[in-house]
């Protein structure tokens, strides 16, 4: 198995709500990342987890809530986000003590905000 | 031809042509360069990569130069198919953590 996947694909919400996003990979990968990529730019770094700690955390708000429960699952809680925020959110991984290059990105979750 | 609109440089080719996609790194101390292909609706695929001690790699139809002087990567593409269509990021790393994208070259084929 060497896929990254994402759920939800597409994700609609309100500025009030609360949701989450979900990244898998089962690639024994002990490195993961969440990116932002606004349309027609290039991805950008958010959090990276390694061995399920949390090691970069790229001034994200505080809105946007990681989380690594185990070294297959990572998270992202979302709360009381902006319109701005809209966009398509990647998760990414590698091995750990591995070089960055050697990254699998998942397809991404497309998120609106309303 | 080439454009560059206020976002995204696009290079149109015809199915065939060669096609070159060009990018300027900024950090001297990068010593590995990635070039990724990201499809309308997905995340980014590896494509190839060439340490800093080379000037040029190849793989299947695709060749990455790179020049460390002028700081320059290429892509080229050998033999442009519509199924290459997509938008090409080059990336740098100096370390065993993060990398650090250019901006990005949307390529249309055209049949």
């Known amino acids: 198995d060497t896929e990254v996947t994402q759920t939800p694909k597409h994700l609609v919400m309100g500025m009030t709500n609360k949701k989450s996003l979900k990244c898998e990979q089962h690639?024994?990968?002990?490195?993961m990342y969440w990116y932002k990529q606004k349309a027609k730019k290039p991805p950008e770094l958010m959090f990276v987890?390694?061995?399920?700690?949390?090691?970069i955390n790229e001034s994200v708000p505080s809105r946007f809530s990681p989380e690594c429960p185990n070294s297959s699952l990572l998270n992202l809680h979302l709360h009381a986000l902006q319109p701005e925020d809209s966009a398509l959110y990647l998760c990414?991984?590698?091995?750990?003590?591995?070089?960055?290059?050697?990254?699998?990105f998942g397809p991404g979750t497309r998120l609106t905000v309303l | 031809g080439e454009s560059v609109g206020l976002h995204l440089p696009t290079l149109s080719v015809q199915e065939g042509d060669n096609s070159i996609i060009n990018c300027a790194y900024s950090?001297?101390?990068?010593?590995?360069f990635i070039w990724y292909k990201q499809e309308s609706g997905k995340g980014p695929q590896f494509i190839i990569d060439?340490?800093?001690?080379?000037d040029k790699r190849q793989g299947q139809r695709v060749t990455v130069l790179l020049n460390k002087t002028v700081k320059h990567l290429s892509l080229q593409i050998a033999a442009t198919q519509p199924g290459d269509s997509a938008v090409y990021f080059c990336?740098?790393?100096?370390?065993?953590?993060?990398?650090?994208f250019g901006k990005g070259t949307m390529l249309l084929v055209s049949p």
């Open positions: 990336a740098e790393t100096s370390g065993y953590s993060t990398l650090t």
């Open positions: 690639m024994g990968h002990r490195a």
């Open positions: 950090n001297s101390a990068s010593d590995y």
């Open positions: 060439i340490r800093s001690n080379m």
């Open positions: 990414a991984s590698r091995l750990a003590g591995g070089r960055a290059d050697t990254q699998y």
């Open positions: 987890y390694s061995y399920e700690k949390l090691s």
